[in-house]
């Protein structure tokens, strides 16, 4: 049964790889953008990067953290090769990282490049107009595979809980302590996500300097003890974000925060442990099988009174 509170939470991102080297291509490239905007997916379209830091930051990430990657093969006359390099090799990153495909190709285009070699099911068009049609057609009706891409479909995403936000508990030493949980969903109608772990990657303070300097540390999923679980086809599972021991005398009174952490050791725990009054932002990471490197980052505003204390999403 399809838990229809994960349902059209988030929007689905598509990367499109197409050319971008004559006005024809570009322009077709934002009319792509904007049938698949329209049809209510999150779509961005591939520039050409001419530096490590730019691929690194947008070509790479983008592509790992798209669900769908949208290809389009350009026939490119009068030009040797006759198609795009950085589309093909967009294509073999998309592939390599077993991104979900729909790929059209223009007549008179031959199975070069990535594609002599990837087992690709392309589409052809003839035209400008045809390539658009054949979009729309796909992204709204089952393609060969009997797998439809649903714009609500984001396989996998961060959210703060609507529900059951957070938990007082008493810990086995006696100490009362505030749990905050942060949600991983997977918005998938079909794949598990498998084997998932979320990592501590970074706290910065206010004004934006590390005060985390350590590897990655585990963190604890909520009421489990198992550092990896899996996350059914249209279900969720918290993680413990942050956990805060307080004083139920006068008042419910902080006396720290930090990332519950698992670990025993005292070095890891001093250097994650957060000050009352002070304001942070913490870096999570979630590490699959099934899917590349998500991150989220968290920003919390540490009070001196239990019920004041809250998480702020910022970024994933």
């Known amino acids: 049964m399809i838990n229809e509170r994960l349902v059209r939470r988030e929007k689905a991102r598509v990367f499109i790889s197409c050319g971008q080297g004559s006005e024809r291509e570009r322009e077709v490239a934002q009319s792509i953008s904007a049938l698949v905007t329209s049809l209510g997916f999150d779509a961005y379209v591939a520039v050409h990067e001419t530096t490590l830091e730019g691929l690194t930051s ?22 040797k090769p006759d198609y795009s390099l950085f589309s093909h090799q967009e294509l ?7 991104k979900r495909f729909l790929g059209f190709q223009e007549k008179g285009r031959r199975l070069n490049g990535i594609l002599s070699f990837l087992q690709a099911n392309l589409q052809p068009f003839s035209n400008d107009e045809d390539l658009l049609a054949k979009i729309s057609s796909s992204l709204t ?11 609500d479909e984001r396989e996998v995403y ?6 059951f936000a957070g938990d007082r508990a008493q810990r086995p030493d006696g100490q009362r302590a505030y749990y905050l949980f942060v949600e991983v ?6 794949r598990s996500l498998r084997n998932c772990s ?6 910065r303070d206010a004004n934006g300097t590390s005060i985390y300097g350590l590897e990655p540390m585990p963190i604890k999923w909520t009421g489990l003890r198992s550092e990896a679980v899996h996350i059914p086809p249209m279900m969720s599972r918290r993680f413990d974000a942050l956990v805060a021991p307080y004083r139920q005398a006068p008042a419910d009174t902080i006396q720290s925060a930090y990332p519950c952490i698992q670990t025993d050791a005292g070095a890891f725990l001093r250097a994650v442990t957060l000050a009352v009054g002070a304001t942070y932002e913490m870096d999570f990471m979630l590490a699959s099988t099934s899917t590349g490197g998500n991150t989220v980052t968290i920003r919390v505003a540490v009070p001196e009174l239990v019920d004041e204390l809250r998480l702020e999403l910022i970024h994933q």
């Open 92 to 98: 073999a990153i998309a592939s390599f990282l077993g």
């Open 158 to 163: 961060f959210r703060l809980p609507e529900e």
């Open 198 to 203: 979320v990592y501590l990657s970074a706290i």
């Open 58 to 79: 947008n070509i790479y990430r983008r592509i790992e953290d798209c669900d769908f990657f949208l290809f389009i093969d350009f026939r490119r006359r009068r030009q």
């Open 185 to 190: 969903v997977n918005g998938s109608r079909s």
């Open 141 to 151: 009706t089952p393609d060969g595979a009997n797998q439809t891409w649903f714009p």
